[in-house]
Structures are given as structure tokens and as C-alpha cells.
């Protein structure tokens, strides 16, 4: 609320300025996109420098928010500075825009949850077939009896659930069915806020083909899905075997969801915040320098999370229920019993666990390393801030982690420890994001050293 009134106060300040500045936008292209005019450019950093002195002659004791530079140059004029917006109708059009993709990405946040739940429910495998367009679900007690006697002939009801009473295979078919709908009803809800956007022309053709190709994965992850359900229908290969889905396929369907949802969270600060927070050239540069770093962690996380989907995929977790130690040994004999070597990595359970906890710890590591090389340098407030949550993250995600391997993976905290895989992704992805380099046009308008307000 302070923030809207120091920015009202500024725009009464300037009025005259920006009056005559968004005359010239007007003129320059009736589809909202603005063009490139080497006229037009003194007067947008003219209009920008306003807003930085503006901000910086407040009077003693107001406090503006470390993240005040975000879009002040993209709210007026910023496409004819060099700055490609990707929604260029205006800050209530980048505003509702940014609402729908965060609304989006955390949709896509509650499936990765639910999808867990029903993971270490063992409900995945309760409904024996698919629909793209999906089906009413079981009403009558003879809908039930029919539904029941499909999952009847299933390899996991003949081996792990065999005697199981109605009533609880109405438990796992409902974790299923709303797993699949909350799926559904995603899509439903990005398409139609999506097809409005378009037709009122707030999103740029760059942003269009962005999110074409997200709807695109979203609508496949349906069919990735049933894919993994399917490895799980079939006879395993041994007697002594229990009937799981393919790590394989578990895998590519949570890395789906995790890069629809990085995607999605990318392109929603992008939208908002076409700008990084910064103050000075001095603040760039130390952001810099972070960046150089902080992208390699980033790939350790993602990697750390995907190795996560192959211990779930081969139920690694229920192995190996000690801690630093794997039972009696650091490292178990048979972890490379299976030939190909490669193979071991992905479907050899002490390997995929050993390779789990060391990637886990190396996560760790890294970003420690990264908050001690950020207190050293000369950066932003909001990055200092941004590194230091992503450290508390990862020691929390360690602890999920360890909790959850010493109780046997009880559905609590195996729910828990997936939701913090994707919470510090998340953090990982806002920080190299903040770490951006600004645009030319805001980079001239810094001085080399921040004013810090007493």
C-alpha cells in the first residue's frame, strides 16, 4: 500500500512528462506493440531517470522496498528502451497475466503433492484403464463391484492386496480418480484464461509460443502418465516380484511435471518482473559474479531431483532404513551387481540410494558454499535474502530427507519431503532469475555506487 502511494506521488510529481511520453506510445502502433525509434530513446531515459531520482528524493524515514526497480522502467516505455516485454498492453494486462501463470504453476505444485499422496498410498495403480476426456466415476454399488473386479485381476490385488475389502479399494480408486481430474481441470483452467489473453492481444507472439509448448507438455503428461500405469499392469518377471511401475517412466513423469512447472514459474517472474532489483553498477556486478555460481548449484539440484524419481520409481526408500551408514557398511557390495554398469544407477536399489544420499549431500554442500562466497560480495539485498532461504531450504529438505528414510517413509513425510524438493527448486529458480543482468537502458541510469536511505 506504501509503495502505491509513493509511485501515485511520483506520477503527480512527473505528470506533464509522462503525459507527453504515453502520447508518443499511442502514436506509435495500434496493436500494442511498441517499435524501436532512435528518437524516442532520450525521452524514455529522460522519463527513467525521473523515477530513480524520484524514488531516491524521498524524505528521511520512508522506506521503499528493496525490490522497488523491478518494472519501473518496463511501466513506461521500456520496449522502446531495448527491453522486450513479453506482455506489452500495460501494468494491469502484465499484472493478470502474472496471476494466471503463478495461479498455474502453483496448480501444477498441488499435482506434484497429490501425485506423492498417491504414490505412497499405493493407489496408482487402482483403475485399470484411461480416457483422455476421463469418466464419471463409480455411483452405484454395481459400478463399484464392476470397478473392483477389473483391479481384482491385477497383478498388484493377486500379490500385495490380495483379501482387500471393498471399502478400502474405494479409498485408493478415489485417490486415483482425483489425481487424474485435478490433472484435467488444470488444463481446463490455463486454456481458457489463455484464449482470452490472446484475443485481447496482451501476449506477444514470443510469450504465446512459450505457453503453447507448456500446454503442449501438460496435455502429455496424461498420456505419460498412463504409460507409467500401464508398466505396473503388467506380470512382473518373477513370482517373488512385487508389481510396481517402471522407474523409468516414473521418472519421466515427474520430471515432466517439474519442468512444467519451472516453465511456468520462469515465465510468470518474467512477466512481472522484466527487470532485476537492483541500484547500482556495483550491485550488478556483484550479481554477476553469484550467477557464475549459482547456475551450476541450480543443476545439481534439478539432477539431485530427478535421482529422487528413480529411488520412489524402485521404492529405494524402504531399503537401507539407517543413516549415515547403509546397514552395517558405508557403501553396500552389490552396487554394481547389475551389467551393464549403467544399469545400476537406475534400477539397482542400493545404487539408486547411494547415489541419492551422495547428490543430497553435495546439494548441501554447494549451496553452503554459495551463501559463504554471497557474504563476501557487494550485491542486493533481495539476492543476499534470496540465498540465505535457499540454504535454510536445502538443511530442511537434509532433514526431511533423513526423517523420512529412519521412519520407513511414512506418507506424511515422504509427501513433505517431495513438496521440498520442488519448494527449493523454486528458490533456486527465483535467485537465478533475480541474478539476470539488467538491460542496457536501465544500466545507464545507475550510478556506480548505491545511495543507501538513513
Avoid at 484411461?130 to 497383478?155: A, H, M, N, V
Avoid at 496424461?222 to 508389481?243: C, D, F, H, R
Avoid at 533481495?382 to 520407513?408: C, D, H, K
Wanted: net charge positive.
Amino acid at each position: 500500500m506504501f509503495e502505491s502511494r509513493v509511485v501515485a506521488s511520483i506520477l503527480k510529481r512527473n505528470k506533464a512528462i509522462i503525459n507527453s511520453f504515453t502520447s508518443n506510445l499511442k502514436g506509435a502502433s495500434s496493436s500494442r506493440c511498441f517499435t524501436s525509434s532512435s528518437a524516442s530513446v532520450p525521452a524514455a531515459n529522460k522519463v527513467a531517470r525521473t523515477y530513480f531520482y524520484g524514488f531516491r528524493s524521498l524524505p528521511k524515514g520512508h522506506h521503499v522496498s528493496s525490490f522497488r526497480n523491478m518494472s519501473i522502467v518496463a511501466s513506461v516505455g521500456a520496449e522502446k528502451e531495448g527491453l522486450k516485454l513479453l506482455v506489452t498492453a500495460g501494468p494491469r494486462a502484465q499484472k493478470m497475466v502474472g496471476i494466471w501463470l503463478f495461479g498455474s504453476a502453483a496448480w501444477v505444485f498441488s499435482m506434484v503433492v497429490l501425485g506423492g499422496v498417491t504414490r505412497l498410498t499405493r493407489s496408482g495403480l487402482s483403475m485399470t484403464d484411461w480416457k483422455f476426456t476421463g469418466k464419471l466415476p463409480p455411483i452405484s454399488d454395481e459400478e463399484w463391484q464392476q470397478e473392483f473386479e477389473k483391479y481384482r485381476q491385477s497383478p498388484e490385488y493377486k500379490r500385495v492386496n490380495k483379501g482387500m475389502s471393498i471399502e478400502d479399494f474405494k479409498f485408493i480408486y478415489w485417490m486415483e480418480y482425483a489425481h487424474r481430474m485435478w490433472g484435467r481441470a488444470l488444463g481446463v483452467m490455463f486454456a481458457l484464461p489463455f484464449s482470452y489473453f490472446l484475443r485481447k492481444g496482451y501476449i506477444t507472439v514470443r510469450l504465446g509460443l512459450r505457453l503453447s509448448a507448456l500446454f503442449a507438455l501438460g496435455a502429455g503428461q496424461g498420456l505419460i502418465g498412463w504409460w507409467m500405469v500401464k508398466s505396473g499392469l503388467e506380470e512382473p518377471a518373477s513370482e517373488y516380484v512385487e508389481p510396481r511401475v517402471s522407474p523409468y517412466r516414473l521418472a519421466a513423469h515427474l520430471t515432466s511435471a517439474f519442468v512444467i512447472y519451472s516453465g511456468l514459474f520462469w515465465t510468470a517472474l518474467s512477466v512481472v518482473m522484466p527487470e532485476p532489483p537492483t541500484d547500482s553498477l556495483a550491485w550488478v556486478q556483484g550479481a554477476a559474479r553469484v550467477k557464475r555460481l549459482a547456475i551450476p548449484v541450480s543443476l545439481i539440484v534439478g539432477i539431485t531431483a530427478v535421482s529422487g524419481a528413480f529411488v520412489a520409481g524402485n521404492d529405494a526408500g524402504r531399503a537401507y532404513n539407517t543413516f549415515p551408514k547403509m546397514g552395517d557398511v558405508w557403501v553396500p557390495d552389490n552396487v554394481f551387481e547389475l551389467k551393464p554398469i549403467i544399469r545400476n544407477f537406475f534400477e539397482n536399489t542400493s545404487t539408486v540410494q547411494l547415489d541419492h544420499r551422495l547428490l543430497a549431500t553435495t546439494t548441501l554442500i554447494s549451496i553452503c558454499g554459495l551463501w559463504w562466497w554471497t557474504k563476501k560480495l557487494d550485491v542486493h539485498p533481495a539476492i543476499r535474502s534470496l540465498v540465505g532461504a535457499t540454504f535454510g531450504m536445502a538443511s530442511l529438505q537434509v532433514t526431511l530427507g533423513v526423517s523420512t528414510l529412519l521412519s520407513y517413509v511414512p506418507v506424511s513425510l515422504g509427501t513433505a519431503h517431495q513438496a521440498g524438493a520442488l519448494t527449493l527448486l523454486t528458490l533456486m529458480l527465483l535467485l537465478t532469475h533475480t541474478l539476470r543482468r539488467p538491460s542496457m537502458s536501465l544500466l545507464k541510469t545507475l550510478p556506480q555506487v548505491a545511495k543507501i536511505a538513513s
